[in-house]
């Protein structure tokens, strides 16, 4: 079973930024795609970036590009979202997500974290 667990999360003015974390469980996070989502309240749940198994190929949304930079480190079972001039309408749960074949994509994730909330004051 793979757990993943979200931190880094808070609350930063417009202009400002944030890194999130996803601490992955087990052995086996470097074989497999990971990604970001967000949740706004009242919205549905939208794809923000994703990373291959290795960290070389990304792909983001095209309101985060630019600003947000994924990535990942295999030795540490970690995925990060390093957050640049965030905007008010970034605010949402953010959640990671673990796909389900090594390499990037939009759907096809089979794990979720729990998230972490980022609010962005104006």
């Known amino acids: 079973q793979v757990q993943l667990v979200e931190s880094g999360g808070g609350l930063v003015q417009a202009g400002g930024s944030l890194r999130l974390s996803c601490a992955a469980s087990?052995?086996?996070?470097?074989?497999?795609?990971m990604g970001w989502f967000r949740q706004a309240p009242g919205k549905e749940r939208e794809f923000v970036a994703a990373?291959?198994?290795?960290?070389?190929?990304?792909y983001y949304a095209h309101s985060v590009k630019g600003r947000f930079t994924i990535s990942r480190d295999n030795a540490k079972n970690t995925l990060y979202l390093q957050m640049n001039s965030l905007k008010p309408e970034d605010t949402a749960v953010y959640y990671c997500?673990?796909?389900?074949?090594?390499?990037?994509?939009?759907?096809?994730?089979?794990?979720w974290g729990q998230g972490t909330q980022v609010t962005v004051s104006s």
């Open positions: 087990g052995r086996t996070f470097s074989y497999y795609a």
């Open positions: 997500a673990r796909r389900s074949t090594a390499v990037v994509g939009t759907t096809g994730f089979d794990y």
């Open positions: 990373i291959d198994w290795s960290g070389g190929t990304t």
